[in-house]
């Protein structure tokens, strides 16, 4: 059982754990793979360049890495941090916006200070707990829908690459389901370089460097993008890998996470940056028994995820150049492929219930529709109409008929 987290916990950790360094280098490695096309993917979508697209993965692997290094060390807890892949799904489902990517950088800022407000004012943190979980869950189905129909309908774009990418997925999915993206990754990213423009993109790749962006605020990103993007960092990323870490008997003060994730967040997007947070699927490479017997060597495996995001900065230039000069539907299937498990879990947690199953299920769909109303993206409309068919529907204890 973890000790109180009112100050620094001071237990036994003396000593290197082999074991936790390998879980650590495992959740870096598969964190990255298995959802680098859907940051990539995300950023393009609201018009970031090749150039910025670079320059946000160099700047997400470093708060992604010393914010790891900084949380599990001084906690020495396994606080592992990640980006937020729903949420990088949420900007290709979103698209352009008025204002272009400078506006979209303008929502990443926004949503940086969102979470640090979080973390300084529990009342908002509270009130995102309070979004009923299957509403959360449909809007995040919504989401995920779209991309996770990628992979087969790339079979028909792309017929030989697409069932390789499918086929490797089955198949590793069956032997060692931990690797099954990973590997589907390394094939989708073996067929781009063996393109003639995925060569071209290796042999003109160059050390990855950082581009400001001035950001830009209006009304339609703040709406469109910064509102729904802290939901869904916060309903599936934060709540959940807080949860992943209770699983395990640790319970780390949430403030000083919230802060440093979301100062990061504010901070890296003024270079194309998106946000991080709290790990929820790599959470528990980092916080199992898998990564050292003794729970307080644990802290080791997050630390060292942190130094494996750091080094994955350097191939910021490499992969980012080689993915966007590539098919997009390939890309597609690739990033719809590490959300199948999300969008399982989600669409189960959103129709669970049937009490709130029509709620979920309109928040949902219109999601799911792309529907653009005000200059506002289908995220927060569907949410919006869900949430009042929710209300519609409720109803208080003492209003129940008698039994």
Known sequence: MASSDSAPVSVPSAGLSLRAVGAGLLAALVGYASSVAVVIHGLTAVGASTEQVVSGLVLVGFAMGLTAMGLSLYRRKPISIAWTTPGMALLAATGAVEGGFAAAVGAFVVTGVLIV?????????RWIAAIPKPLANGMLAGILLKLCLAPFLAVSQAPGVALLVLATWAVVGRVARLYAVPAAVAVALGAMALDSSGGAALSGAAWPGVAFVQPVFTWEAMVGIALPLFVVTMASQNIPGLAVLATYNYAPPTRPIFLA????????????????????????????????????RRWQAAFVSGVGYILFAALAGVTAVMVTRSPPILIEAVAGL???GAFGSALMGAVQAEANRTAALVTLLVT???????????????LLLGGAVHLLHW??????PAK
């Open 395 to 400: 109803r208080p204890a003492v209003l129940q």
């Open 368 to 382: 799911a529709s792309g529907l653009s109303f005000a200059g506002v993206g289908s995220a927060f409309w569907g």
């Open 117 to 125: 407000i979080a973390g300084l004012w529990s009342p908002l943190g």
């Open 261 to 296: 994730t979301g100062a990061a967040s504010a901070l890296t997007a003024l270079g194309g940056a998106p946000t991080v947070n709290l790990a929820a699927i790599t959470a528990a490479l980092c916080a199992s028994p898998d990564a050292d017997p003794n729970p307080a």
């Open 338 to 340: 590490a959300l199948v």
